[in-house]
């Protein structure tokens, strides 16, 4: 099998590498893994550490790198789409600008996520059309770019075999299977809504619900986790991803994010550390210091649903981004939502879902009527777009807000949107 990261000049690709070599026993024959950047010379430091981990590990598979994306995905049975177009100067840019109309400052959601997805969605879906032309009959697309949501729909809208990915439901999974004492692939999530706006509803144990005991003893620490106060979980009955936190406390999230370094600044620096980690030639395993850049378990979670994908692992639970067609009867069957599925070679395909509870519901309906009015944007272009999708979001949603952060959105993203030139 030939595996294609699109992105993979990213200080983040050793954990997936990692994964790659490290989980062998899910079946997943690994011929060549090819790293794809246009960023030279950090992918050859990135590319060198990525062919260390695998001969650490004895992999025979052989770990190439090119800045050529044609030559990168021709042949490919599995691109993995991992980009951050304008890298971590535009999500700064993102996690700041919205601050000053006093809207939470956020690369996936807000005004800063909308920012991101005008920029990258155009580029993702040419990356996704030279795929479809080079890489084998077949090939699945596995998005991990955010916003995954919007950015996923784009590529199914657009005729490809794409699911996306987050890696929020494994680290509860984890988590939650670490205070019952179970191994992990014995926890089941309810894990439902769209992506960066999800709930953990239930974690099945051999078909009993554990969330009940574990909200009882563990209440408090899963709030000071996702960040949300104690009290809304107690109401809520579940867990919320910490993304919520932008909804259920986003004046006191904007009062923390003023005056503060970003998360974006933060990266940049532990990014510039690792990079002169992975220069070092005696360097063959992944550093701690990558724990810190984000994105827990994303390695298990991308080798567990390709495998799945490729008829490896037909009874596996993967948290993914899909159509709806109806599994959330109160979405249109065309938007992506992000919820528990099992996938073989046909496709991943949605667990079961409970009706959800109407303040959820609610909710997710208007982020998905957003998330529509985003990704028109991001294809059509034009500030009134713009201005629409924000105020159709709940993090901003007033006519005062939407029409200067239209303004300050395009002019901080104007050398990545042609038609805002």
Same mark, same amino acid.
């Given at each position: 099998?030939?595996?294609?990261? #699109? ?55 052989? +770990? ?10 021709? !042949? ?15 999500? /700064? ?48 697309? +596995? ?19 794409? +699911? ?44 009993? !619900? ?15 986790? #996702? ?128 009706? /959800? ?45 939407? !029409? ?5 959105? /395009? ?11």
């Amino acid at each position: 099998m030939r595996i294609a990261v #699109v992105g993979g000049g990213s200080t983040y690709t050793p954990e997936l590498v990692d994964g790659f070599a490290r989980l062998r026993d899910s079946g997943l024959q690994v011929d060549e893994l090819v790293l794809i950047d246009p960023a030279a010379d950090r992918l050859e430091i990135v590319g060198g550490f990525a062919a260390r981990i695998f001969a650490a590990y004895g992999h025979p598979g052989r +770990v190439t790198w090119t800045t050529d994306l044609d030559a990168g995905v021709t !042949d490919a049975d599995v691109a993995l789409i991992q980009l951050r177009v304008g890298g971590q100067a535009a999500r /700064i840019s993102d996690e700041t600008f919205p601050l000053d109309c006093g809207c939470v400052g956020q690369e996936t959601t807000g005004a800063g996520g909308l920012a991101k997805a005008l920029r990258t969605v155009p580029v993702v879906l040419d990356v996704a059309e030279r795929v479809r032309k080079r890489a084998r009959p077949g090939a699945w697309i +596995v998005d991990f770019t955010n916003p995954v949501g919007i950015v996923t729909r784009a590529l199914l809208d657009a005729g490809h075999r794409a +699911v996306g990915l987050c890696n929020v439901a494994i680290g509860f999974q984890r988590r939650f299977a670490g205070y019952l004492g179970v191994d992990p692939s014995t926890v089941v999530l309810d894990h439902v809504g769209l992506n960066h706006l999800t709930w953990e509803r239930a974690a099945y144990v051999d078909g009993v !619900d554990r969330l009940p005991e574990l909200l009882a003893a563990h209440r408090a620490e899963l709030a000071a986790e #996702v960040e949300i106060d104690e009290p809304v979980l107690a109401a809520l009955g579940c867990v919320p991803s910490y993304y919520l936190s932008y909804y259920y406390g986003h004046d006191r999230v904007v009062r923390a994010e003023r005056g503060t370094p970003t998360r974006g600044a933060r990266v940049a620096q532990i990014e510039s550390t690792l990079l002169d980690m992975y220069r070092d030639p005696a360097l063959t395993a992944k550093p701690a210091l990558l724990g810190e850049r984000g994105g827990a378990y994303y390695s298990e979670a991308a080798v567990g649903l390709i495998a799945a994908l490729h008829g490896l692992d037909p009874d596996g639970v993967h948290s993914v981004n899909v159509r709806n067609d109806g599994t959330l009867p109160f979405l249109p069957a065309n938007a992506v939502i992000e919820v528990s599925a099992r996938a073989n070679p046909g496709g991943p395909r949605p667990l079961p879902v409970t009706p /959800i509870a109407p303040d959820q519901a609610g909710l997710i309906a208007h982020v998905c009527g957003y998330e529509e009015l985003a990704l028109d944007a991001a294809l059509r272009g034009g500030r009134d777009r713009v201005y629409r999708a924000l105020l159709a979001h709940p993090l901003v949603g007033q006519h005062e807000y939407a !029409d200067a952060l239209a303004d300050k959105l /395009i002019a901080a993203g104007a050398e990545h949107l042609a038609w805002a030139r």
